[in-house]
């Protein structure tokens, strides 16, 4: 357990310096912006309970926004995608349910539900995100082309990172 | 037992079902209204918070990898660099042709002698957002005050709006919240100029009097009225204009002359003499 506990925390300052160190720095044709920690929330336990789920998303939202200068932004938004995890794990869950001490990774479920996974998640993470941070519906349809345009690359760079630490099979 | 009574505790029970039942979603929206407290707090009422790119650990992790991103553009700066110095060497008395008009050009180098000028490094920056912020790695050891303008070589960039010992932030000219007055260079006509939040390269300039003289690649400056900015610095060049009929006021698309995604170096700009002046402000705004 407590091996378990330190390589989540490993795996979280890994994910948070390549996100605030590299991907922050990316600007990709003005309005491209990679949010490649939501990975962080999003390969929790299956079994994680609520509370601390939500706390997660609060606290590393707000290590991103500490750097982004955005206090609140991220934040809301990493609370909203740990609300709305279980209901997309409940919606993909496999036909006899989850085993205790899953984890939502490919390694588990395979390539393909990995992938709608991560979508759903981080198409609502970032809808939310960038509605938040223009705080108005004035430019909807832009703010809605940067949630698309920033879903794709944020979904592939997870894709990429699962596979650096995809290799090791079941983690319990 | 009486029948309310089973009653009152049936509904007690059902309450605290209720609750349990959906716990989660209290839970959300309990640490919604908290993070929604905050990003309020902060964006609408400009209070220093603590959590911000100029607190010490965050700026220096942020200098790190400002130092891998120099090695990157140590071009870049040495252009810019050079250019500043073309710059200064414009304005040494020496070569400002003082045989025609002797006093005006001695009321000039009397009037920039007002401002205190600090040289700074930009340790983060963004262009993409709808608030855009900079880091620069002096604070308030070093001189820097809120308040204060940040400009380059090229322009305007910024003002200063939280101070560490050691780094400051600015509110970039690419944000929401950022509003300068600024004027056509060649005929002092002047109007408020804003970010659209559209593209890193354009602002927009509006109240710009319908019977001013517009035309594309004018120069625009800052007008010099706020306590912040000298009158002057450019801002950028005019790209396109239309006017408003029922208004009368020109809306100018301003093509910005600093380059957002290639700061480097900046200068802090201090309007030493510039308290008297908001004083006096202040209390015309207070009456």
């Given at each position: 357990m407590i091996n378990t506990l330190g390589k989540y925390i490993f795996h979280f300052i890994v994910i948070i310096l390549i996100q605030v160190l590299i991907l922050n720095n990316l600007?990709?044709?003005?309005y491209i912006n990679p949010f490649l920690y939501v990975i962080v929330l999003l390969t929790l336990?299956?079994?994680?309970?609520g509370w601390l789920l939500l706390l997660a998303g609060m606290i590393t939202g707000l290590i991103i926004d500490a750097f982004l200068n955005t206090i609140g932004v991220h934040a809301s938004a990493g609370v909203f995608l740990a609300y709305l995890r279980p209901y997309f794990l409940r919606y993909l869950a496999p036909r006899e349910g989850y085993e205790p001490g899953s984890l939502p990774t490919p390694s588990h479920f395979g390539f393909v539900w990995f992938f709608k996974y991560v979508l759903l998640a981080v198409f609502a993470h970032h809808l939310f995100l960038f509605i938040i941070e223009v705080f108005t519906f004035e430019g909807i349809l832009r703010t809605i082309w940067k949630t698309i345009v920033s879903t794709i690359f944020t979904v592939g760079f997870i894709m990429i990172a699962q596979l650096f630490s995809g290799s090791k099979k079941k983690a319990f | 037992m009486a029948p309310g009574v089973t009653n009152s505790f049936g509904i007690m029970r059902n309450f605290i079902r209720f609750i349990i039942r959906y716990h989660f979603l209290f839970l959300f929206l309990l640490f919604e209204t908290f993070c929604f407290y905050l990003l309020i707090n902060y964006n609408h009422r400009h209070q220093e918070t603590f959590i911000n790119s100029s607190g010490k650990v965050v700026a220096s992790f942020l200098e790190i990898s400002g130092t891998f991103k120099d090695y990157v553009s140590l071009r870049r700066a040495n252009e810019e660099l050079s250019r500043e110095n073309a710059l200064l060497r414009t304005q040494i008395p020496e070569n400002i042709p003082s045989i025609s008009e002797p006093k005006l050009a001695r009321q000039e180098s009397d009037d920039l002698f007002i401002y205190q000028y600090r040289a700074g490094k930009v340790i983060n920056n963004s262009v993409h957002r709808a608030h855009n912020f900079i880091t620069i790695n002096k604070g308030s050891k070093h001189g820097i005050a809120p308040e204060m303008g940040v400009i380059s070589a090229r322009g305007l960039v910024g003002i200063v709006r939280h101070v560490s010992p050691n780094y400051s932030t600015a509110i970039s000219l690419l944000n929401n919240q950022f509003r300068v007055s600024a004027k056509l260079r060649d005929s002092n006509y002047f109007g408020v100029l804003e970010w659209?939040?559209?593209?890193?390269?354009h602002a927009i300039l509006t109240e710009i009097p319908g019977h001013a003289p517009v035309s594309t690649g004018d120069a625009i400056v800052t007008s010099g009225y706020s306590t912040i900015f000298p009158e002057g610095i450019l801002i950028g060049t005019i790209e396109d204009y239309q006017l408003h009929q029922g208004e009368g006021f020109y809306e100018i698309r301003v093509k910005l002359s600093v380059d957002f995604k290639n700061l480097t170096y900046v200068e802090v700009v201090e309007k030493t003499s510039g308290e008297e002046q908001k004083q006096l402000e202040n209390l015309m705004q207070n009456d």
């Open positions: 600007n990709l044709s003005g336990p299956v079994e994680m309970p | 659209d939040g559209k593209s890193y390269q």
